[in-house]
């Protein structure tokens, strides 16, 4: 099975190996990273019949083409960047076979930033601090921390899901999607997400956390993993910096410019702007699926509404792998007026 | 310091206890010993720890713990600074200071209105704290420094910081572990590698560790390892300047 490798033959835009990240090392400096939308690689993970925190391919908007030296079974999940087997489209949100030789390309991004593609077995790298997560800037993962380039040969776990079992996992995928998910892909489309109030928000005044609540910001074309960088509306602080203090995914700071910087996967540990908002743990994946020029809104909610809803969503992406490892043993109830739990 | 600290939404997976409004020590005594008790007992949950100058980060999984079991786990302890801080001893790193090494060394001596071999001397004298790590990893933000020495960022940052450049901004003073954009007045550069992710502990310093710099000659510098033109941390990534 060792033999198995995935050849890159052109890299693509920015095409980086993903797992869940390397969380306990931010008192000394380094984020947890890792994929930017989680929800997706996780769901490439079980649709290709993995551990949820199993390494993956974090695609770009500009998809990579690579060369498969054995035959191994794959899903795709997160962003539609137009991808093709041999140049016969694929559909993601599904698990394929594939034989030794065939290519995977992708064409022009159709719906999302951000794809995820696992392969049965997940990219077998050594792990870096417990993760094998390219991080860019501390220069750990791949090629010590850096893009896939042409001719990289990564080895893959490698090994054939049979068709019967990627095809239970295709449906059973759609029953345990999160509530409030009506297709697998929806949230590609959500230009709005739910927002609680920051630790600095008491460093606007009024009128400005309720144009920042209601007005509609562009994804600026210099973002990337560490952040958003929002076009819009000037939401200027009454004050412009603080003391730095810790930072997670989903952060809105606003630098004296008054033009936001809304944190992803790969942010900073700490900062010094004040924070205006974060978005709600369940809407992190829309923010990592928002492309350059898109469209990017967050509506306030109260933090105990955010609280259940992100207890429900980490309770049912969490229930993916008890199905997968349980198989149809395992079903889902709904407790009466309670979130979606795991039933033995 | 507030007479009572802060707790500040952060998500719903993460909050902030906050000691003060400054940079100030009783506020960061609080915070070491609000970061060695969450270390200590290790509160179900808890996935990451991040002191700051005054305040401390928390991440948690709220499907096991939450807002309110952390905040009662908050106000049932009492952060007041253990004396035994202050005694530990300070890890020694040696600095060249000055020329191509440090080439804002003259424009601090400048603003504090003293010759530069005094600037090196008073630097070089003062035990510092580390009062937080990040910007990058192993990034230390040290207080501590002789408030003459204080100068302003510079107006715009250099794209490119050598690793090991040691730098004053504002009351801080601190090291760049990789070549990095930054904006730091730059007085000198230090040998020590501050981030081995092959080491059991990647990062040489420690929140709450204390770290004294000794001036040694090029000549020295380059025995131990460093060489300017030569930065140990590769090419710089881009990125922010700190």
Redesign the interface.
Same mark, same amino acid.
């Given at each position: 099975m060792s033999a198995s490798v995935i050849e890159v033959i052109s890299p693509g835009l920015l095409t980086t190996v993903q797992d869940l990240g390397r969380?306990?090392? %931010?008192?000394? /400096?380094?984020g947890?990273g890792g994929a930017a939308d989680d929800f997706a690689l996780r769901a490439a993970n079980f649709l290709a019949d993995n551990p949820p925190g199993a390494a993956g391919l974090e695609v770009t908007l500009a998809g990579p083409a690579i060369r498969f030296s054995a035959g191994t079974s794959l899903a795709i999940a997160g962003a539609d960047l137009g991808p093709a087997l041999d140049g016969r489209p694929l559909e993601n949100w599904r698990g394929y076979m594939v034989s030794a030789g065939q290519v995977l390309t992708f064409g022009r991004p159709v719906r999302g930033c951000r794809a995820y593609l696992a392969v049965h077995g997940g990219v077998d790298i050594p792990p870096?601090?417990g993760s094998r997560s390219t991080d860019?800037?501390? /220069?750990?993962g791949w090629g %010590?921390g850096r893009p896939l380039a042409a001719g990289d040969r990564l080895p893959v776990g490698g090994g054939i899901v049979p068709a019967s079992r990627l095809d239970a996992l295709a449906l059973a995928f759609e029953r345990l999607l999160p509530a409030g998910d009506e297709s697998p892909g929806g949230y590609l489309d959500r230009e709005a997400v739910a927002a *609680?109030?920051?630790? =600095?928000e008491d460093h606007f005044d009024p009128a400005t956390v309720s144009l920042f609540h209601s007005s509609a910001f562009t994804v600026a074309t210099a973002s990337d993993r560490?952040g958003l960088r929002l076009e819009g509306p000037a939401i200027r602080p009454l004050r412009p910096d603080i $003391?730095? +203090?810790?930072? $997670?995914a /989903?952060?809105v700071q606003v630098p004296e410019s008054g033009q936001p910087l809304c944190l992803l996967a790969g942010h =900073? *540990? *700490?900062g010094g702007y004040p924070?205006i908002a $974060? %978005?709600?743990?369940a809407h992190l994946r829309v923010l990592a699926q928002r492309a350059p020029l898109a469209r990017v809104a967050f509506f306030g909610a109260a933090?105990d509404d955010? +609280?259940a809803e992100? %207890?429900a969503y980490?309770?049912a992406v969490?229930a993916w792998e008890a199905w997968r490892l349980g198989g149809r043993a395992t079903r889902l109830f709904r407790v009466r007026n309670g979130p979606v739990c795991l039933a033995e | 310091m507030y007479p009572r600290p802060r707790l500040l939404p952060l998500g719903e997976a993460a909050l902030t206890i906050e000691f003060g409004a400054a940079i100030e020590r009783a506020a960061q005594a609080a915070v070491r010993a609000c970061d060695r008790a969450l270390r200590a007992e290790a509160p179900a949950g808890v996935i990451e720890v991040v002191p700051t100058y005054r305040s401390v980060t928390v991440r948690f999984d709220p499907t096991v713990t939450s807002r309110n079991a952390l905040a009662t786990w908050f106000a049932g302890r009492d952060f007041s600074p253990a004396p035994a801080d202050e005694q530990r001893p300070a890890a020694v790193i040696p600095v060249v200071y000055g020329g191509e090494y440090g080439p804002d060394l003259g424009d601090v001596a400048a603003h504090a209105g003293l010759a530069p071999e005094e600037v090196v001397r008073r630097h070089s004298a003062a035990v510092y704290t580390v009062s937080m790590i990040g910007f990058l990893a192993g990034f230390p933000y040290l207080t501590g420094l002789p408030p003459e020495l204080s100068t302003p960022r510079l107006k715009t940052p250099r794209t490119s910081v050598p690793a090991g450049a040691v730098g004053i901004a504002g009351e801080q003073t601190g090291i760049y572990p990789r070549t990095s954009p930054g904006g730091w007045r730059l007085i000198g550069r230090a040998s020590v590698q501050l981030w081995d992710p092959a080491r059991e502990r990647p990062s040489l310093l420690e929140p709450g560790d204390r770290v004294r710099f000794q001036a040694v000659t090029p000549e020295e510098f380059a025995r131990s390892g460093g060489a300017p033109g030569s930065p140990s941390g590769g090419p710089s990534r881009g990125g922010e300047p700190e």
């Amino acid at each position: 099975m060792s033999a198995s490798v995935i050849e890159v033959i052109s890299p693509g835009l920015l095409t980086t190996v993903q797992d869940l990240g390397r969380p306990g090392y %931010a008192r000394y /400096g380094l984020g947890p990273g890792g994929a930017a939308d989680d929800f997706a690689l996780r769901a490439a993970n079980f649709l290709a019949d993995n551990p949820p925190g199993a390494a993956g391919l974090e695609v770009t908007l500009a998809g990579p083409a690579i060369r498969f030296s054995a035959g191994t079974s794959l899903a795709i999940a997160g962003a539609d960047l137009g991808p093709a087997l041999d140049g016969r489209p694929l559909e993601n949100w599904r698990g394929y076979m594939v034989s030794a030789g065939q290519v995977l390309t992708f064409g022009r991004p159709v719906r999302g930033c951000r794809a995820y593609l696992a392969v049965h077995g997940g990219v077998d790298i050594p792990p870096a601090m417990g993760s094998r997560s390219t991080d860019l800037k501390a /220069g750990l993962g791949w090629g %010590a921390g850096r893009p896939l380039a042409a001719g990289d040969r990564l080895p893959v776990g490698g090994g054939i899901v049979p068709a019967s079992r990627l095809d239970a996992l295709a449906l059973a995928f759609e029953r345990l999607l999160p509530a409030g998910d009506e297709s697998p892909g929806g949230y590609l489309d959500r230009e709005a997400v739910a927002a *609680t109030a920051g630790p =600095q928000e008491d460093h606007f005044d009024p009128a400005t956390v309720s144009l920042f609540h209601s007005s509609a910001f562009t994804v600026a074309t210099a973002s990337d993993r560490m952040g958003l960088r929002l076009e819009g509306p000037a939401i200027r602080p009454l004050r412009p910096d603080i $003391v730095s +203090d810790g930072l $997670v995914a /989903g952060a809105v700071q606003v630098p004296e410019s008054g033009q936001p910087l809304c944190l992803l996967a790969g942010h =900073q *540990t *700490t900062g010094g702007y004040p924070k205006i908002a $974060v %978005a709600g743990l369940a809407h992190l994946r829309v923010l990592a699926q928002r492309a350059p020029l898109a469209r990017v809104a967050f509506f306030g909610a109260a933090q105990d509404d955010l +609280d259940a809803e992100a %207890a429900a969503y980490l309770h049912a992406v969490r229930a993916w792998e008890a199905w997968r490892l349980g198989g149809r043993a395992t079903r889902l109830f709904r407790v009466r007026n309670g979130p979606v739990c795991l039933a033995e | 310091m507030y007479p009572r600290p802060r707790l500040l939404p952060l998500g719903e997976a993460a909050l902030t206890i906050e000691f003060g409004a400054a940079i100030e020590r009783a506020a960061q005594a609080a915070v070491r010993a609000c970061d060695r008790a969450l270390r200590a007992e290790a509160p179900a949950g808890v996935i990451e720890v991040v002191p700051t100058y005054r305040s401390v980060t928390v991440r948690f999984d709220p499907t096991v713990t939450s807002r309110n079991a952390l905040a009662t786990w908050f106000a049932g302890r009492d952060f007041s600074p253990a004396p035994a801080d202050e005694q530990r001893p300070a890890a020694v790193i040696p600095v060249v200071y000055g020329g191509e090494y440090g080439p804002d060394l003259g424009d601090v001596a400048a603003h504090a209105g003293l010759a530069p071999e005094e600037v090196v001397r008073r630097h070089s004298a003062a035990v510092y704290t580390v009062s937080m790590i990040g910007f990058l990893a192993g990034f230390p933000y040290l207080t501590g420094l002789p408030p003459e020495l204080s100068t302003p960022r510079l107006k715009t940052p250099r794209t490119s910081v050598p690793a090991g450049a040691v730098g004053i901004a504002g009351e801080q003073t601190g090291i760049y572990p990789r070549t990095s954009p930054g904006g730091w007045r730059l007085i000198g550069r230090a040998s020590v590698q501050l981030w081995d992710p092959a080491r059991e502990r990647p990062s040489l310093l420690e929140p709450g560790d204390r770290v004294r710099f000794q001036a040694v000659t090029p000549e020295e510098f380059a025995r131990s390892g460093g060489a300017p033109g030569s930065p140990s941390g590769g090419p710089s990534r881009g990125g922010e300047p700190e």
